[in-house]
């Protein structure tokens, strides 16, 4: 069977040196740049690019090649509360079980696809003795995130109304006005104006009436 997969991918691993012999191990080390769109989209992750470094034991079983390793990366994203850029240094632990496609080292035949279906698609295969880390890697990276990242646990965020950072400025606020009142508000400052000027009115024609006397 041609293999699908690309030995020169730095995500694709090779277990020839395992020999399907069970209780063998290999340790393995290796810097890679990051994948596209590794995280959580639009909210964090690690840049694409960025150097993630991989911890790697397989260990050859039965059923086929154990994997258990460790990654360590850079994220970066945004405060959900204030939109500040936020850091942060990744470890995550993971295991997974890249099975034989064929059979096992007893010789039993794998079972037909229509006995298991559904555990069938969430079964990692090795393919021509590879097998791809990038899913099980995406996953581990997902699951070490922060869902609702903070630039730190008492961030006060942004203000609703006008969007000044409270982190700034905490003493920052509006006068709160009730809707409901708002058109009444409005009526009384329109007829407060219509007094003043009605009373400026009224005392601009006493002095006109007082100077025409003084005249006369």
Not at 29 to 51: K, Y
Not at 79 to 103: I, T
Not at 167 to 193: K, S
């Amino acid at each position: 069977m041609n293999t699908r997969l690309d030995h020169r991918n730095p995500l694709v691993f090779d277990t020839h040196e395992l020999g399907r012999r069970p209780g063998a191990m290999q340790r393995l080390s290796r810097e890679i740049p990051a994948p596209a769109d590794l995280g959580l989209a639009g909210v964090i992750g690690v840049p694409e690019g960025a150097p993630v470094k991989i911890d790697l034991r397989l260990e050859s079983v039965m059923e086929g090649v154990l994997v258990t390793g460790t990654v360590r990366a850079s994220a970066e994203g945004e405060c959900v509360r204030c939109l500040e850029s936020v850091g942060r240094e990744l470890k995550a632990d993971f295991q997974e079980m890249f099975s034989y496609p064929d059979a096992d080292d007893r010789g039993r035949p794998k079972a037909e696809p229509a006995d298991d279906a559904e555990d069938d698609e969430d079964t990692l295969h090795l393919e021509d003795g590879l097998f791809d880390l990038e899913p099980v890697l995406r996953d581990a990276v997902v699951l070490a995130l922060p869902l609702q990242p903070v630039c730190r646990e008492d961030c006060l965020g942004l203000c609703p109304d006008c969007g000044t950072s409270l982190n700034e400025d905490p003493e920052h606020h509006h006068d709160a006005v009730d809707i409901r009142w708002a058109a009444l508000q409005e009526l009384v400052v329109t007829d407060q104006d219509g007094e003043k000027d009605n009373m400026s009115g009224t005392a601009s024609d006493d002095v006109q009436s007082a100077a025409e006397k003084q005249e006369k």
